[in-house]
């Protein structure tokens, strides 16, 4: 008799993750295989690469699930696999590996969308974690990655309205680019916030694209500007416009500073006039970038003063990982979703889209 537990397995990108999730809530076992080092070099994902390393790693972390899980088949009651949006290449790795699975295995197979596991990471509870109040319904939630920022309205689980997009780039590209333009290395999230940390000015300004009234975002004029503003920074220090020759220490925190402090204030005005329009009883915060410790405690303090619960998962939940797609894949397993083994990977696959 199978127990609620789902193997989920994530290669969207550049994390191989793998997962066993009880009931779409409770981690029996998370594994993820991080790339960052191996693309590091480059400054940002190459996709044969990262295909190539998702080939190299994913038997060894189903294996170290596996035993981490202490599960047999016959406890597994369903295999969820991220069948898109990403890079195709990672994206057929990990699909394959799950079909061959659900054939080998006789298991029902649900294709998930990564953004939905975004979505859904916030209900995770680590193992011997205590119970807590999961999200509440109407929710808004902020999902903001390096491929991806958007608002979304959620009405009930799997119902989803979404309120806006970005336009052109994600929150995530800009921090790496701009990262880079600063001499911060890759990934740029981390590194702009640590370098941020240390800025004693806070008067860099940086511009805000509030696109009207609408939820969308933009982030393509605010990378512009930062190239601008760099080139004239290093002007103003002698220094010859992008050679190996770094800012001084306290100019690259002060521009770190309002360079994050734009990215965040527009993400934060928006999620909050949402929640605020919407009658939220919620607001759910995932992603990758939702690990920005400023992006966390500023949405926190305006939600707080709104007076609606903030749900953020842990930093190491709102990176690329196999159980927040056992969470949503549960979900759509309880609903009776399932998947044939034609399943293909979608690039291109928006959150509300299905």
């Given at each position: ?240 416009d992008e050679p190996a020759a770094p800012l001084s220490s306290a100019r690259t925190a002060e521009l770190a500073w309002g360079f994050q402090d734009s990215v965040v204030d527009v993400l934060v005005t928006k999620a909050i006039r949402a929640a ?25 303090g305006e939600a707080a003063a709104l007076g609606v619960p903030l749900v953020v998962p842990r930093p190491g939940l709102c990176t690329d990982n196999g159980a927040m797609i056992g969470a949503a894949g549960w979900r759509r397993f309880q609903a ?19």
């Amino acid at each position: 008799m199978s127990l609620p537990l789902v193997l989920a397995i994530e290669s969207s990108c550049d994390e191989t993750g793998i997962a066993v999730v009880e009931s779409g809530r409770r981690i029996h076992a998370n594994v993820v295989a991080s790339q960052v080092a191996l693309h590091a070099p480059a400054g940002g994902i190459v996709p044969e690469v990262a295909a190539r390393a998702h080939l190299r790693w994913i038997l060894p972390v189903l294996d170290e699930a596996w035993t981490a899980a202490g599960v047999g088949w016959g406890d597994i009651a369903a295999i969820t696999v991220t069948e898109g949006p990403g890079l195709a290449g990672s994206l057929l790795v990990g699909i394959n590996v799950a079909k061959t699975l659900a054939w080998i295995r006789r298991k029902p197979l649900v294709g998930v969308n990564h953004l939905e596991g975004h979505v859904y990471a916030a209900w995770l509870l680590d193992p011997g974690a205590a119970e807590v109040e999961p999200p509440r319904f109407p929710a808004v939630a902020l999902v903001v990655s390096g491929g991806h920022t958007f608002l979304a309205e959620m009405r009930d689980h799997l119902d989803y309205r979404l309120l806006g997009e970005t336009v052109d780039d994600a929150a995530g590209e800009a921090f790496d680019k701009v990262g880079r333009l600063l001499g911060l290395g890759y990934p740029g999230g981390p590194a702009i916030q640590r370098a941020a940390e240390g800025a004693i000015r806070h008067d860099a300004v940086f511009p805000r694209a509030w696109m009207g009234d609408s939820y969308d975002f933009s982030f393509s004029g605010l990378k512009t500007a930062a190239r601008r503003t760099v080139a004239s920074a290093r002007a103003d220090e002698g220094l010859a416009d992008e050679p190996a020759a770094p800012l001084s220490s306290a100019r690259t925190a002060e521009l770190a500073w309002g360079f994050q402090d734009s990215v965040v204030d527009v993400l934060v005005t928006k999620a909050i006039r949402a929640a605020r329009e919407l009658g939220a009883a919620s607001i759910v915060l995932g992603g990758g970038v939702a690990a920005n410790g400023p992006l966390r405690a500023r949405l926190a303090g305006e939600a707080a003063a709104l007076g609606v619960p903030l749900v953020v998962p842990r930093p190491g939940l709102c990176t690329d990982n196999g159980a927040m797609i056992g969470a949503a894949g549960w979900r759509r397993f309880q609903a009776g979703e399932r998947s044939s083994l034609d399943l293909e990977a979608r690039p291109s696959w928006p959150l509300a889209a299905r």
